[in-house]
């Protein structure tokens, strides 16, 4: 079955530093990846996609994320952080029937 | 811009109640889909439907039921709340096929 792992559930930044948030996924065949962000009292808003490609894409505010099949992974980073990223991040693979298999979240805290 | 309206932003309910969650969009998207949302939990699938009058079983479909009679409008019912069923819910939609799903902002149900 397919399975969505994101490691860290609370992460802590200072503004202007440098992102990463890890993302790894459990799939059979070449999986459809997408990162997602929830601020609070909100739904979900995409931020990239990966289908097929370019592995590294970019996304919306400042966001990009690289593909690694070799790893199974999908890590979404930033190379400066600002205080309205706080948010819930969210990774997501496109399973069978085209259903969407979410992982647990990672929260971001921007310390100024 | 895709718009997903979901009826209520926050809704209490009794024990033993019929209850009644409205999602409508408003792009013609075949694709709809009602997701709950737990801390620690991601975002866990609970019906989807392809297209109108079409319905099929997520991940955790016990206590729920849906209806799609428009192709606009996905609506989601707890035959009998439980206190077990107090969560956030969240509405989603898109064109068909691998494409991204769009989100409402959420209804947070609290089943008393």
């Known amino acids: 079955a397919q399975s969505v792992t994101q490691p860290d559930i609370h992460i802590t930044v200072s503004e202007g530093a440098s992102l990463e948030l890890r993302c790894n996924y459990s799939y059979g065949a070449t999986p459809y990846l997408f990162w997602y962000v929830q601020s609070p009292g909100q739904g979900l808003q995409l931020l990239l996609k990966y289908f097929s490609g370019d592995t590294l894409v970019q996304g919306i505010k400042g966001f990009e994320a690289e593909f690694k099949r070799s790893q199974s992974s999908f890590n979404l980073r930033k190379p400066s952080v600002h205080w309205s990223d706080a948010a819930e991040y969210f990774c997501a693979v496109g399973a069978d029937g085209n259903k969407l298999v979410f992982g647990a979240g990672t929260i971001l805290r921007v310390k100024s | 811009d895709v718009k997903v309206t979901q009826s209520s932003r926050y809704l209490v309910k009794r024990t033993g109640e019929k209850v009644f969650l409205e999602c409508v969009q408003d792009m013609d998207h075949e694709n709809m889909f009602w997701y709950r949302q737990d801390p620690g939990l991601g975002l866990r699938l609970i019906y989807f439907s392809y297209d109108v009058k079409m319905k099929e079983k997520g991940d955790i479909p016990e206590g729920y039921s849906v209806s799609r009679e428009k192709k606009e409008r996905f609506s989601l019912i707890l035959e009998s709340a439980s206190t077990n069923q107090t969560s956030m819910y969240l509405c989603?939609?898109?064109?068909?096929?691998?494409?991204?799903?769009?989100f409402g902002d959420g209804t947070r149900l609290s089943i008393l």
């Open positions: 989603a939609s898109r064109v068909q096929g691998d494409q991204p799903q769009h």
